[in-house]
T-cell receptor, first 108, second 113 residues
Framework: RKEVEQDPGPFNVPEGATVAFNCTYSNSASQSFFWYRQDCRKEPKLLMSVYSSGNEDGRFTAQLNRASQYISLLIRDSKLSDSATYLCVVNWGNDMRFGAGTRLTVKP | EPEVTQTPSHQVTQMGQEVILRCVPISNHLYFYWYRQILGQKVEFLVSFYNNEISEKSEIFDDQFSVERPDGSNFTLKIRSTKLEDSAMYFC???????????FGEGSRLTVL
């Protein structure tokens, strides 16, 4: 099983759509979980941390299921500017491991 | 806003040459990392560094790679004898906590010919 595995995508959705990304991780000892966003040829940037109870930041909702080792990201009312690759990131001991990313394209 | 800075932004080198990529992490951060991303592929962990020593390294980080924090501000990645497959974007990152948010530099694109 891969360390961090994500939906391969790509996801092509119209503006205003709701889209959900899934991620699974193999290290049951992982304690920290994040969603990062990466624009084409740019560095990854933190979108949001993922907390045990789930958390929301505007149009973005993150959920964690420790028993299933599963993380999700929901984007509501998607905007053109949400087009990017979304990276699931999980701590691995003293470092962070990245999923391969899911590309999202929001179309007018 | 404090940021991680990397130099050079792009380096072209011949196979077999040594390359040093430089990073200045955010000043109050204690944990430093190098990641690489081959074009179109995932972000891959290379090495983490804390308290002036390597804390973890991946299987990619073989004897051709080394890291150093020569002074209080710089964090460098050296590739001793570059191979074609070392061509990638190399990202430096730093964090306050070892399980906290990573702040990335803009990356150094390495092209090995």
């Amino acid at each position: 099983r891969k360390e961090v595995e994500q939906d391969p995508g790509p996801f092509n959705v119209p503006e205003g759509a709701t889209v959900a990304f899934n991620c699974t991780y193999s290290n049951s000892a992982s304690q920290s979980f994040f969603w990062y966003r990466q624009d084409c040829r740019k560095e990854p940037k933190l979108l949001m941390s993922v907390y045990s109870s789930g958390n929301e930041d505007g149009r973005f909702t993150a959920q964690l299921n420790r028993a299933s080792q599963y993380i999700s990201l929901l984007i509501r009312d998607s905007k053109l500017s949400d087009s990017a690759t979304y990276l699931c990131v999980v701590n691995w001991g003293n470092d962070m491991r990245f999923g391969a990313g899911t590309r999202l394209t929001v179309k007018p | 806003e404090p940021e991680v800075t990397q130099t050079p932004s792009h380096q072209v080198t011949q196979m077999g040459q040594e390359v040093i990529l430089r990073c200045v992490p955010i000043s109050n951060h204690l944990y430093f990392y190098w990641y690489r991303q081959i074009l179109g592929q995932k972000v891959e962990f290379l090495v983490s560094f804390y308290n002036n020593e390597i804390s973890e390294k991946s299987e990619i980080f073989d004897d051709q790679f080394s890291v150093e924090r020569p002074d209080g501000s710089n964090f460098t990645l050296k590739i001793r004898s570059t191979k074609l497959e070392d061509s990638a974007m190399y990202f430096c990152a730093s964090s306050e906590l070892n399980t906290g948010e990573l702040f990335f530099g803009e990356g150094s694109r390495l092209t090995v010919l």
